[in-house]
């Protein structure tokens, strides 16, 4: 077969393996069709690459790429997909359990603060989880907050 023909036939072959590579794999495989295209340069033209001694499904083989199977990594794709559908299902209930676990938490929160400022007297406050309390309850700490800041100022005014 002339080199022309054997180039040609790599090349068919290079683009049927890249079809069904993964991405992540295609910088690995091109590098590797690379180093196998310029060893199948011919050096001498007279010359055929099976002439040079020159297996030209070698660098494919030692990637696990023959010509009649696609890479190792496409065929257990299956497996890798079960197993990363899997993965994300259980990062997703995870993650749920980690929400729910730290709205528990600030609920516990507030309890704490409602329970505090009660004891202290501050009107409005007692413990509650009914959201237009809860919502007149903030309205009020905010109140607190800006007459403090207010204040602070006034005295900063005065020093």
């Excluded at 690995?28 to 001694?53: C, Y």
């Excluded at 010509?67 to 079960?82: G, I, Q, S, Y």
């Excluded at 800041?149 to 005295?155: D, L, R």
Aim: proline share 7%.
């Amino acid at each position: 077969m002339p080199v022309a023909g054997l180039k040609q036939k790599l090349f068919h072959r290079h683009k049927e393996v890249q079809q069904c590579c993964r991405p992540h794999n295609l910088p690995l495989l091109r590098a590797a069709q690379q180093r196998e295209m310029e060893v199948n340069t011919p050096s001498s033209p007279s010359l055929a690459p099976e002439q040079r001694g020159f297996n030209p499904w070698s660098i494919s083989v030692s990637f696990g790429l023959s010509p009649a199977a696609p890479c190792l990594t496409c065929a257990r794709a299956p497996k890798l997909e079960a197993a990363l559908q899997a993965m994300e299902q259980r990062i997703r209930e995870e993650q749920r359990m980690m929400d729910e676990k730290i709205v528990l938490e600030l609920d516990q929160k507030v309890i704490d603060q409602q329970s505090t400022l009660e004891k202290a007297g501050v009107s409005g406050f007692y413990i509650t989880t009914n959201p237009q309390e809860l919502t007149l309850q903030m309205n009020l700490l905010e109140l607190i907050r800006k007459l403090q800041q207010k204040e602070a100022e006034a005295e900063k005014a005065f020093s």
